[in-house]
C-alpha cells in the first residue's frame, strides 16, 4: 500500500511560520505532480498549494498566495510546504497528494485527479 507520510504540523500563534513536510518510500515523486491541500471542521477539502513534476511550475490558493511556498527535493523524495504569517483561518488538517494525471495543471485544485493521499496533519493557529 502506497503511503505519503506527512510531519510538521502543530499548535503556533498568529503570524508565526510552520514548515510541512510529505515522504513516501514507495512513489518516485519525480513522476509525480504534488499537491497540499486542507480541510477545516465542517468545510470542505480545499486546494493549497501544487508543484508541477515536469518544471516545477507551482501554483496557490488565492489566500495563501505569498505567504506559502511548495518545494520538491526529488533527491530526498520529499515535498515542503513552508507557511509564513500563519493566520487563525489556516487552521485545519493539511494533506499531502500525488497526482500522474496528465490534466494536471488544468484539474490540479480538484482532489479527485490525485492518486494517492497522506493521512494528514493538524496546525492549529491560535490569535
Known amino acids: 500500500q502506497v503511503q505519503l507520510v506527512e510531519s510538521g504540523g502543530g499548535l503556533v500563534q498568529d503570524g508565526d511560520s510552520l514548515r510541512l513536510s510529505c515522504a513516501s518510500s514507495?512513489?518516485?515523486?519525480?513522476?509525480?505532480?504534488m499537491g497540499w491541500f486542507r480541510q477545516a471542521p465542517g468545510k470542505e477539502r480545499e486546494f493549497v498549494a501544487g508543484?508541477?513534476?515536469?518544471?516545477?511550475?507551482?501554483y496557490y490558493a488565492d489566500s495563501v498566495k505569498g505567504r506559502f511556498t511548495i518545494s520538491r527535493d526529488n533527491a530526498k523524495n520529499i515535498v515542503y510546504l513552508q507557511m509564513n504569517s500563519l493566520r487563525a483561518e489556516d487552521t485545519a488538517v493539511y494533506y499531502c497528494?500525488?497526482?500522474?494525471?496528465?490534466?494536471?495543471?488544468?484539474?490540479?485544485?480538484?482532489?479527485?485527479?490525485?492518486?494517492?493521499w497522506g493521512q494528514g496533519t493538524q496546525v492549529t493557529v491560535s490569535s
Open positions: 514507495a512513489l518516485t515523486f519525480s513522476r509525480y505532480a
Open positions: 497528494a500525488a497526482s500522474y494525471s496528465n490534466r494536471w495543471q488544468r484539474l490540479r485544485g480538484d482532489p479527485n485527479y490525485y492518486n494517492y
Open positions: 508543484i508541477n513534476r515536469s518544471d516545477e511550475s507551482t
